[in-house]
């Protein structure tokens, strides 16, 4: 089915999103019921964070269900899924927002606590996921799926203070973009992939980092409306604001050290995580 026949794809749709219970991912919830989803679910590790957003979703006229789910643990992503669909029907939409950061030199992250669990939620638990809702995805061709993945633009250049968010980053990007690039060879054609990659977002995530050189930090607003506008429209990726393309550019032009001099001491990069304190209580 060409791709321009499907139908517009929130309305009607049933939406699942991890990390739900606050931040940008409350915003995808609040941005789904308002453009006429059939029915949101609303994944986190914090009940009753994802109750309060459900108790909203629900007063805008849309079914919502909060499950409190662990997507660092397949086994709960597995049962999860299976919950949503008995609770819900099985999802068209997947927003993979759960991310967790630790903003420290690498020999300062815990193996475990902070090397381990970083990979698993920001990068296993999406491919995890995705994985388990792709079959319900590929059976229904009746209507456009899609799947928002949220990386960072912290997966395109490397930064001091982010050498594990930025491989989970990195890696998450380079399973995203392979795994569209798969569904548009296949006959699943009515699903789409876009790849999210923001420069910092004032969620409180990364409270304390600097915004470098021409690249502002992004309100929550700003962010969810862009990756969900260009999920709509199927766009491969959304990377925002331009400055993150241009850090690309530069970075894929010159020699390592002359980048390494520019990002430190023009952009500012290098320096962007120095004053980093994360959300307070995690």
Not at 28 to 49: F, N, Q, T
Not at 203 to 218: D, E, K, S
Request: glycine share 8%; proline share 7%.
């Amino acid at each position: 089915m060409p791709r321009g026949a499907l139908s517009e794809p929130i309305s009607g749709a049933n939406v699942l999103i991890t990390g739900a219970g606050r931040g940008m991912g409350a915003l995808y919830a609040r941005r789904a019921a308002a453009e006429g989803a059939a029915s949101v679910a609303l994944w986190d590790v914090d009940g009753e964070a994802a109750e309060s957003v459900a108790a909203e979703v629900r007063r805008a006229g849309v079914k919502a269900e909060p499950f409190v789910v662990d997507v660092s643990r397949p086994d709960q992503i597995v049962e999860g899924v299976a919950r949503v669909r008995e609770a819900l029907g099985a999802p068209d939409i997947l927003v993979n927002n759960a991310g967790i950061v630790r903003g420290v030199p690498f020999w300062e992250h815990d193996p475990s606590r902070d090397i381990e669990l970083t990979m698993r939620i920001n990068t296993l638990a999406p491919m995890w996921l995705t994985r388990e809702v792709l079959p319900d995805m590929f059976a229904d061709p009746s209507r456009p799926k899609r799947i928002l993945n949220i990386a960072s633009a912290a997966g395109t250049l490397a930064n001091p203070n982010m050498s594990v968010y930025a491989s989970s980053k990195w890696a998450m990007i380079g399973w995203s973009e392979s795994l569209r690039l798969e569904l548009a060879r296949s006959p699943h054609r009515h699903i789409s992939v876009t790849t999210f990659c923001p420069s910092y977002v004032s969620t409180g995530m990364f409270a304390g980092a600097r915004g470098p050189l021409l690249t502002p930090i992004m309100s929550p607003e700003q962010a969810v409306d862009a990756a969900w506008n260009g999920m709509k429209a199927g766009q491969p990726i959304v990377s925002k604001p331009w400055t993150v393309k241009l850090g690309m550019a530069a970075r894929g032009i010159l020699p390592t050290r002359a980048w390494d001099w520019v990002a430190d001491h023009v952009f500012q990069v290098y320096s962007s995580m120095d004053h980093f304190t994360g959300r307070s209580g995690k």
